[in-house]
């Protein structure tokens, strides 16, 4: 199982889900993705192109340290759902092509018309205030930049026009967990995803107790519950070892 963390965050934000995972029975990848855990500055001197990389190499690498003919899920929050997305898209039809995709608000767009001036405003601005810890379990926080990198963003919305331009290619099932409460990624992603993807098997999960991050928030037991379970019904009957 490899994961992905979002948009300025860490792998702590989706640790207690490969946590869950791992204890459950599977193999469990999070890489750390270039820009992120350091300095907000450091994301603007890299681009999605650095990010999809980061997550290609673990994915393959993972793939290499597991049994031949291994199924391999792939699973990420928010912009880390938009990467694995991304990942499946480009392996399509290969051997190496995942055996599902399980997302956490992912983001695919945004209906946010100031969105167009980013190309024009990170040239001349480096941040705008941040957009972590958008949690509603009190207590519960999500190690992140306080400050939205606007070049990195700007690389990120370019990364957004590819994934929804090629969604007809992921064909694998899909499980999308959605906050009907997300104060950073809006419905319209997930709308997008669902009419898009050619996956003959995909559902949706409402969470009502989360927001944004919902791998930290109350319903992520839900979360981890239900991706073993989905997880499980894509290995081959009997006789795997359950390292995924």
């Known amino acids: 199982m490899l994961l992905s963390h979002g948009f300025t965050g860490t792998p702590q934000s989706i640790r207690p889900w490969g946590e869950a995972l791992h204890a459950a029975g599977y193999t469990v990848a999070c890489p750390l993705l270039p820009g992120h855990g350091t300095r907000w500055q450091d994301m603007n001197r890299t681009t999605w192109h650095d990010w999809y ?3 290609d190499d673990e994915y393959l690498a993972l793939r290499d340290r597991l049994p031949p003919g291994t199924p391999v899920v792939v699973g990420g929050l928010s912009m880390g759902g938009t990467l694995v997305t991304r990942l499946v898209q480009q392996h399509a039809g290969r051997d190496t092509e995942p055996a599902g995709l399980i997302l956490v ?6 209906l946010r018309k100031d969105a167009a001036l980013l190309p024009v405003v990170s040239r001349v601005l480096g941040s705008f205030p941040g957009i972590s810890d958008d949690i509603k379990k009190p207590g519960a926080h999500e190690l992140a930049y306080d ?5 990195a963003a700007a690389s990120l919305s370019q990364l957004w026009k590819l994934v929804r331009a090629d969604l007809g290619k992921v064909t694998v099932p899909v499980r999308l967990f959605r906050s009907l409460e997300d104060h950073v990624v809006e419905p319209a992603s997930g709308e997008a995803l669902l009419a898009g993807v050619a996956s003959a098997v995909k559902s949706e999960v409402l969470l009502s107790e989360s927001y944004h991050v919902a791998t930290l928030d109350n319903d992520a037991p839900a979360i981890f519950e239900g991706s073993a379970e989905f997880i ?3 290995l081959s009957p009997a006789g795997t070892d359950g390292s995924r």
């Open 53 to 55: 990389r980061a997550v």
């Open 105 to 110: 608000n992912p983001s695919y767009l945004t």
């Open 147 to 151: 400050r939205l990198p606007l070049k």
């Open 232 to 234: 499980a019904s894509l």
